[in-house]
């Protein structure tokens, strides 16, 4: 599915990155990163011209080679792992931030990998998180269709 999205010559969601993310950049530490439901790079390009060293994973190969695309583009080494979410596995103490904007998980699959995040942190890293909550089907604008792809700080935090 997201391969067929994404095969096309623009950027679906553009090659600039995430107005959350660029407005947090300066609480990442800048070491090893891993950036979840990477897509097309946006997001892991920019932390790599920040000065982290960054793991991009998507399940998508497509949107991963505009990933290494745009990286190439822009003069940056980004890491990127072709592996669906459901079958990561996040080495303990291994990164010092992770990050996660719109990575839209079932809820059973969601706990998990929050579980893993949690471990794969060292001592002081840090988890930069976007999601959509329930209360986004009232506006209609996009997102998930589904409220079990969303979540709510209650659920976060049981999660984490």
Not at 14 to 36: A, C, Y
Not at 47 to 65: H, I, K, N, W, Y
Not at 85 to 94: F, G, H, V
Not at 133 to 144: A, K, V
Request: proline share 6%.
């Amino acid at each position: 599915m997201w391969d067929q999205r994404y095969n096309t010559p623009e950027y679906i969601y553009g090659k600039t990155p995430n107005d959350f993310l660029v407005e947090m950049i300066d609480r990442l530490p800048k070491g090893e990163v891993l950036s979840l439901a990477e897509g097309e790079g946006r997001n892991g390009v920019y932390l790599a011209q920040q000065g982290c060293r960054v793991t991009g994973v998507d399940s998508s190969a497509v949107a991963l080679q505009k990933a290494q695309n745009l990286a190439a583009e822009r003069g940056v080494q980004l890491t990127t792992l072709h592996r669906n979410l459901s079958e990561l596995e996040i080495e303990p103490a291994a990164w010092d931030a992770v990050v996660s904007i719109f990575c839209h998980l079932p809820a059973p699959l969601r706990a998990s990998l929050h579980r893993q995040v949690v471990q794969g942190l060292r001592p002081g890293g840090c988890l930069l998180l976007e999601a959509y909550t329930p209360r986004q089907l009232e506006f209609r604008t996009g997102g998930p269709p589904t409220i079990e792809l969303m979540m709510d700080l209650k659920t976060l935090r049981q999660e984490l």
